[in-house]
Structures are given as C-alpha cells and as structure tokens.
C-alpha cells in the first residue's frame, strides 16, 4: 500500500474490490450509455441492486467520454457512485490522455459539489478499454494530486484489483507527489 500527504489529504493504492469501500463515494469505470457491463461496471451495478441503479441510470440517459454523472450508491456502502467515461485506447494520438484526465477531473469536481470528503477510483480504461496501465496511472497520479490541492478531501484512494496493478499505481503516485 502506498501512501501519500498533501496538505489535508491522504492519497492512497490500495488492492481491494471497490464495491465493499466505505467511503462517500465510489467511481464507476462506466460506458457512455450508463447501461452496465463487465469488469468493475458489473460489480458496481450488482452490489448497488442492479435494478435500481439501472433506473437512476437510465433517467440520466448518457455520458460523453471524458466526463461523469453521480447517482445514489443504493445497496452499496458507499452513498454515491460517481459514473466515469474513460476514453477507449486507439493508438495514444486520438485524445486518450486528456479524456482520461477528464474522466477523474469531472468526477473530483462532481465529488465537491455533493460534499464528497472520501472517494475511490478504479483503474479505470485499463480492464477492457485496453489504456496502457503505467501511463494511466500517472494520469489518475496527477489528477488525484490537483484535486488534493484544493483542500475539499480527507482522503483519496485509486483502488487496483490486483496487487501488480497497485505497484505500478503506487510508484506512479509517489513519481507525480515528487515531481
Ligand atoms: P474499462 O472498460 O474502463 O477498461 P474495466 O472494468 O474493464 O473498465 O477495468 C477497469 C479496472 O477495474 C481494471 O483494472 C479491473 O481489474 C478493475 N476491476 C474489476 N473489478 C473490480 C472491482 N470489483 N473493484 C476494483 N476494481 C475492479
């Protein structure tokens, strides 16, 4: 696990599966259409109660790539879920890395404007999206950094589902906070 300090807030890698966090809030690794899927979607949507999820879903329709919807966490420990769109890996020349940045920057603002103090990330393009892991992380790094900064969180934790993925999560956070 590695940990982090900047001003009032602790960053955090942890391995762990999202949907047992007890934090204000869960981010979702969602598709554009809000519909559910594989991988951390699936596990959200089931832990929530898929059907009342997919309701709170399907009234807000759809969401770009590169932003995030909120809606109640329902059955889940966590009292939101914040649905992320990350972009698709093509070839890292179509925009990935400022969609990816703009996933978790919609979701931290999102976040502040619900009075969000503790939240959690998912790797979120890295599964099935195909994003390639170490620059991800630097990604989810810097942001989760820049949103430190404005003081609104206690704690912030990118959450991998494995111990590989946290190591490269963790020397990603501890790069970005030296640099
Ligand atoms: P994407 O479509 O954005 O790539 P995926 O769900 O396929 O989303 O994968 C995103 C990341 O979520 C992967 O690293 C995957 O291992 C991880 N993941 C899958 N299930 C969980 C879970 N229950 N808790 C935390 N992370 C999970």
Excluded at 49 to 57: E, I, N, S, T, Y
Excluded at 59 to 71: K, L
Excluded at 123 to 134: H, L
Excluded at 148 to 173: N, P, T
Aim: glycine share 12%; with cysteine.
């Amino acid at each position: 696990m590695t940990r982090v300090a900047r001003g009032e807030t602790i960053l955090e890698v942890l391995t762990a599966d999202i949907t047992k966090l007890t934090l204000d809030a869960i981010v979702n690794a969602a598709n554009q259409g809000l519909k559910g899927g594989g991988g951390v979607d699936g596990a959200i949507h089931r832990a929530a109660g898929k059907a009342r999820l997919q309701d709170a879903c399907r009234q807000i329709g759809s969401c770009p790539t590169g932003e995030a919807r909120i809606t109640p966490g329902f059955g889940l420990p966590a009292r939101f879920v914040i649905h992320a769109v990350g972009p698709r890996w093509k070839d890292g020349s179509k925009g990935e890395d400022g969609l990816l940045a703009g996933a978790y920057r919609h979701s931290f603002r999102l976040a502040v404007e619900h009075e969000v103090r503790t939240i959690a990330f998912p790797a979120i393009s890295t599964g099935v999206y195909g994003f390639p892991k170490e620059r991800a992380a630097a990604i989810a790094a810097r942001e989760s950094l820049a949103a430190a900064e404005g003081e609104a969180f206690a704690r912030i934790v990118l959450c991998c589902f494995s111990d590989g993925d946290a190591l490269v999560y963790g020397k990603a956070l501890e790069q970005e906070a030296g640099s």
